[in-house]
């Protein structure tokens, strides 16, 4: 299995306040991924990095913002949690090749009550 | 932007053959990805497909025809842990992200 990490694995906060999530990878992967996953919208692209301080915003970037000051960590922060944040989200990682597949985190399952 | 269509859910029997459809409109296609996912758990990658044909792994096959936009995950003498999600994901080269955009994801359910 791939090396990657995320946490915490589950979270409960309250409307308004700002949440970090946390991926870890141990492969040395140039990129790596934020997406959530709703029920009947499947899994969608927040934002990704190709690089140390590299990023670049997704589909559904909008009240979410990423961080990536080393090559094994990426961080997603919501700065004001709103209802609708609540979802699941994934980390993923590749090492960018044309046919290469990315490897998901377990999720973090997150409810902004 | 992308659009790709899967069933929502399917049912199949244990021992027998189970076709997942998946049909894509993208600019730029490189590449399309099977994955299964178990409920409450990540997904994990089944299969990669970039030409047209038939990519067989065990008891998985993936066919895809870029003419047609289609692809197919083929399942077969199909096993209760089977039941899952499978999720059709989609890469394109005119990005720099080398993302995957996913389908909604099939549900398949396998009975006895």
């Known amino acids: 299995d791939a090396g990657i990490t995320q946490s915490p694995r589950h979270k409960v906060t309250e409307t308004g306040t700002p949440v970090t999530l946390r991926c870890h990878q141990t492969?040395?992967?140039?990129?790596m991924y934020w997406y959530r996953q709703d029920p009947g919208h499947g899994l969608r692209l927040i934002h990704y990095?190709?690089?140390?301080?590299?990023?670049d915003k997704g589909e559904v970037s909008d009240g979410y913002s990423v961080s990536r000051s080393k090559t094994e960590d990426f961080l997603l922060t919501l700065e004001s949690a709103t209802s609708s944040q609540t979802s699941v989200y994934f980390c993923?990682?590749?090492?960018?090749?044309?046919?290469?597949?990315?490897?998901f985190g377990q999720g973090t399952r997150l409810t902004v009550v | 932007g992308q659009n790709i269509d899967q069933p929502t859910e399917m049912t199949a029997t244990e021992g027998a053959i189970v076709q997942i459809n998946c049909t894509y409109q993208t600019s730029g296609f490189n590449g399309l990805f099977w994955y299964q996912q178990h409920a409450g758990e990540a997904p994990t990658f089944l299969s990669y497909n970039v030409l047209d044909g038939l990519e067989e792994k065990g008891r998985f096959s993936s066919f895809l025809s870029r003419s047609k936009g289609y692809s197919y995950l083929l399942l077969k003498e199909l096993q209760m842990k089977d039941s899952a999600s499978y999720l059709c994901a989609v890469r394109v080269e005119d990005t720099g992200r080398r993302a995957l955009t996913f389908g909604s994801g099939t549900r398949l359910q396998v009975q006895p």
């Open positions: 993923a990682i590749s090492e960018g090749g044309v046919n290469t597949e990315a490897f």
């Open positions: 990095s190709y690089g140390v301080k590299d990023t």
């Open positions: 492969e040395n992967h140039r990129y």
